[in-house]
């Protein structure tokens, strides 16, 4: 008999997430049925959207949602051997049981030599949004100066190193010094701290005098205030997401954008990746490729232990994380 530990979501969050809104819960999981497989995650990702989504899609004392690496320990199901990897959104559990239904298996070119957590990183979801928002929204073109912020984190990294390899200008902000070194190791040309500069306009200025052919955004609020004023004639903005507006109670109000974006005749869009679904394997073959190759650096913030998932969410809403935050059984 195999017990699942799994964190809930006690209380929706107020604010930041804090520690008493998460309680960790045991269940005794039941002897399998033909077409089930009994699955142990190895790794498990903590994500922004889960901020925002927890509100939308889970009821109070939840478990949380979320994505895993996971092994199949048990299988009454032909298609599911055991050993075999595959990603699941299973949520913040440590076994679970599955009809197969939304298991991802991992490509069966998986490299031997590279983690298996990067399925949920650098060739998975976060890299996936990267690849597709950037090269399906902006449309870099070669000499084009692209900006993107959180850039040391999960998506942000990627997007940089692909503006890179596509002959671009790659322009980032981050919120630390030790980021910013993080940035100019992977490529980026051009980097700042947001959070010690004293003018974002300024820095922004500094970093590309000309302004920006394209800006992917993941931060929204004061920052994109800024960015949209320097963006170039038939700019392109892909919004991916807000962070800095996650966690407000009262929506923030901003300056009305609307004349920027007229002006300078821009083009500005938003998208949740998934509406690529059909061509993620094109995208994770590509992103593959280019780490295979050493054109496309990762770096993975890891914790160890599955009772630390909380605060490694709480830790990654905050900044700590360089790269993606991944937590390893
Ligand atoms: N649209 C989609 O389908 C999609 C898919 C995946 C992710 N996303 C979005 O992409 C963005 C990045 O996600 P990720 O998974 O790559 O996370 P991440 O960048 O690895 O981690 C979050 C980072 O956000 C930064 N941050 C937190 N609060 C901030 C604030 N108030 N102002 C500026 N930066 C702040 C922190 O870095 P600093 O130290 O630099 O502050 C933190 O490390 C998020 O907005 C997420 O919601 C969207």
């Given at each position: 008999m195999v017990v699942a530990k799994s964190w809930t979501m006690v209380r929706h969050f107020e604010g930041a997430p804090k520690p008493e809104d998460f309680k960790l819960i045991e269940k005794e999981l039941p002897p399998l049925k033909d077409g089930e497989v009994l699955l142990e995650s190895e790794f498990w990702s903590v994500d922004p959207y889960m901020r925002p989504y927890s509100k939308q899609k889970l009821k109070e004392g939840d478990v949380m949602m979320g994505s895993q690496v996971a092994r199949v320990?048990?299988?009454?199901?032909?298609a599911f051997p055991v050993g075999g990897y595959y990603v699941a959104y299973?949520?913040?559990?440590?076994h679970f049981i599955s009809d197969g239904k939304g298991l991802a298996p991992l490509?069966?070119?998986?490299?031997?030599?590279?983690?298996?957590?990067l399925a949920l990183g650098a060739a998975g979801m976060p890299g996936l949004t990267a690849y597709f928002g950037l090269l399906d929204l902006c449309n870099p073109k070669e000499g084009d100066v692209v900006l993107v912020n959180a850039a040391a984190g999960a998506v942000g990294s990627i997007v940089g190193q692909i503006a890179k390899i596509k002959g671009c200008k790659a322009v980032g902000s981050a919120g630390s010094d030790d980021k910013l070194g993080f940035l100019k190791e992977i490529g980026f040309d051009e980097v700042f701290n947001y959070k010690t500069v004293s003018s974002l306009a300024e820095a922004l200025k500094k970093a590309?005098?000309?302004?920006?052919?394209c800006y992917f955004e993941n931060v929204g609020g004061k920052f994109a205030d800024a960015a949209l004023q320097q963006m170039k004639d038939f700019g392109r903005i892909a919004v991916c997401g807000a962070i800095s507006l996650y966690n407000d109670s009262v929506p923030s109000t901003g300056p009305y954008i609307q004349p920027y974006i007229l002006f300078k005749q821009l083009r500005m869009e938003g998208f949740i990746v998934t509406r690529w679904q059909d061509r993620f394997p094109e995208g994770q073959k590509q992103l593959l490729q280019w780490i295979i190759e050493g054109k496309l650096k990762y770096h993975e913030h890891i914790t160890n232990g599955f009772e630390n998932m909380p605060a490694s969410f709480m830790g990654m809403l905050k900044?700590?994380?360089?790269?993606k935050a991944i937590i390893k059984v």
């Open positions: 320990m048990e299988s009454k199901n032909p299973a949520g913040w559990t440590t490509p069966s070119n998986w490299p031997e030599n590279l983690p298996k957590s590309s005098p000309d302004g920006y052919d900044g700590e994380n360089i790269g």
